[in-house]
């Protein structure tokens, strides 16, 4: 599916055959591909098909990249069609195993919310956010969701806000307030005779859908490629014809940065960063029909790549790890003003 493919005209059933046999030809993104076939499946309203594919990836001999992540959407998948006991005990097991992925506990405790659950819901946000956030000055963006979860459910149930509540707003970015959000009451607005008391209330579930939608789109990213320093080697001692576009490593580095920086200042959204491998790119190569020191063939591997899941949202919140592989946090080494 091509990224700006509206949804209405998505065949669901043929993108997660399409993407299963991408799976075959590409074992080392198995996982990301067959969770996005399982995606399809679900919105084509086969979820017993989807079920097979989590059952297939959790089986699989490979060590997965996220298995709390599948186990995750397995859940949820089964109780939608009635396995309610299968999947509450799936819930259990990952609560259990704590998982410091905030996925995970975002699909499981907005399962729970779903089903009515709420109590449960705002002890699985609560847990997430304590093991996830205790001490964490900078909350990371993949956390918002269990903030603002929590709020949710929490207003739901009426409780006073609490420090995590204040936390939410504070990163909150919508010109709508969350407690006007989350105010359950909100819905018998909807009813009213009242021409501005409508548009107000319509203003605010435009709003809270822009908020969804951005959080659940999974937008084709802008990716640039990086070589960590051992595969740039490799790759220059085989194809030296490639030595022009990387004179160092170093200056290698620096041009992502600022090709990166570049493009935020020109207003591109959703950059990413992905990393590639000698024998990832021969093998792209060799389905291209290219020899691997023809430079054209940099940028296609580099958006093949992200379309099969394998970039990284730049830029990293400061206090994450440095995209490069140096082991500082972002702001301690690409993310300085400097760089």
């Known amino acids: 599916m091509r990224p700006d493919t509206p949804a209405e005209n998505v065949d669901h059933t043929a993108e997660a055959a399409r993407l299963e046999r991408t799976a075959g030809l590409y074992p080392q993104d198995v996982e990301a591909l067959l969770l996005r076939a399982a995606a399809h499946l679900e919105l084509s309203g086969d979820r017993p098909a989807a079920a097979t594919l989590y059952d297939r990836l959790l089986a699989t001999d490979a060590e997965l990249e996220n298995p709390y992540l599948v186990r995750a959407l397995k859940a949820s998948n089964l109780w939608e069609y009635g396995h309610e006991a299968e999947a509450r005990a799936v819930i259990d097991g990952i609560r259990t195993a704590a998982p410091r992925d905030p ?37 990371p963006a993949a956390t918002h969701p269990l903030l603002f979860g929590r709020h949710r459910v929490r207003r739901m149930l009426g409780a006073a806000h609490d420090e995590w509540d204040a936390l939410a707003d504070s990163v909150h970015t919508l010109p709508i307030t969350l407690d006007e959000l989350h105010d359950p009451k909100r819905v018998w607005s909807l009813g009213s005779e009242n021409p501005a008391e409508l548009e107000a209330e319509i203003s605010r579930l435009r709003a809270e859908l822009g908020a969804y939608r951005t959080a659940l789109s999974r937008p084709f990213p802008v990716a640039v490629l990086h070589w960590p320093t051992d595969e740039l080697a490799e790759l220059l001692g085989a194809y ?94 690409h993310g300085t003003t400097e760089a």
């Open 103 to 139: 996925a995970p506990w975002v699909i499981v405790a907005e399962s729970l919310e779903a089903h009515d659950e709420l109590e449960q819901a705002h002890e699985t946000f609560t847990e997430a956010v304590r093991l996830l956030l205790t001490d964490v000055a900078e909350p």
């Open 240 to 333: 030296p014809a490639l030595a022009g576009e990387y004179p160092s490593h170093e200056e290698h580095l620096a041009t992502i940065e600022t090709a990166l920086r570049e493009l935020a200042a020109s207003g591109t959204p959703n950059l990413g960063i992905v990393t590639g491998t000698v024998p990832s790119y021969e093998a792209f190569a060799a389905s291209e029909g290219t020899a691997p020191d023809d430079t054209d063939l940099l940028p296609q591997y580099a958006t093949t790549l992200a379309a099969r899941g394998r970039a990284l949202p730049w830029p990293p919140p400061r206090s994450a790890a440095c995209w490069c592989g140096s082991g500082r946090t972002y702001g301690e080494c």
